[in-house]
């Protein structure tokens, strides 16, 4: 239910509510005690912090919003690292098919190939100065390929929850 909350609010506000998202580390945290006496801080520990160890990068490069990875978190201090990581796989999956259907939704699939280019010219600049600089997205904005991750995370995690409990 907080991720249909978090979806809701991203898409009518354009970012990740801090209270949703506090509401969710407190409910995490209690879920783990519970499950796990004091062993469970740990475990809500350990969950958390995965998806911002590893997704802190892509937020440099400006590739992933604060609400985005601040929403995996929350799903793996509830979770675990385990679910969070097969969920964030999953999500860029959702995240890759979601905006190839905007863009033939908005005749613009042809701006995939760019796009595409675009960010391999990135990659080896980087390599090539040997410096990280912020990833330009001003161009997907004007062509329509941006969506709102939160609906890709929310994809991700149904299909995770699919995946893992069967």
């Given at each position: 239910m907080l991720l249909i909350g978090i979806v809701i609010n991203d898409l009518h506000n354009y970012h990740v509510n801090n209270k949703m998202i506090l509401m969710g580390i407190m409910a995490g945290l209690v879920f783990q005690i519970v499950d796990y006496g004091a062993y469970g801080i740990w475990k809500f520990f350990i969950g958390f912090m995965t998806p911002i160890l590893i997704m802190y990068i892509f937020y440099l490069l400006k590739m992933f919003?604060?609400?985005?990875?601040?929403?995996?978190?929350?799903?793996?201090?509830?979770?675990?690292?385990?679910?969070?990581?097969?969920?964030?796989?999953?999500?860029?999956?959702?995240?890759?098919?979601?905006?190839?259907l905007v863009m033939i939704k908005s005749k613009t699939l042809?701006?995939?190939?760019?796009?595409?280019?675009?960010?391999?010219?990135?990659?080896?600049?980087?390599?090539?100065?040997?410096?990280i600089v912020s990833y330009n997205m001003e161009g997907a904005k004007g062509q329509g390929a941006v969506v709102h991750f939160t609906i890709s995370i929310f994809l991700g995690f149904l299909i995770t929850m699919i995946t893992y409990y069967r």
């Open positions: 919003g604060a609400g985005d990875i601040k929403t995996f978190a929350v799903i793996g201090g509830l979770f675990g690292p385990k679910v969070v990581m097969s969920c964030m796989i999953y999500s860029i999956f959702a995240g890759g098919v979601c905006v190839i042809f701006f995939l190939f760019y796009r595409v280019r675009s960010f391999f010219q990135y990659v080896s600049n980087c390599i090539y100065t040997k410096k």
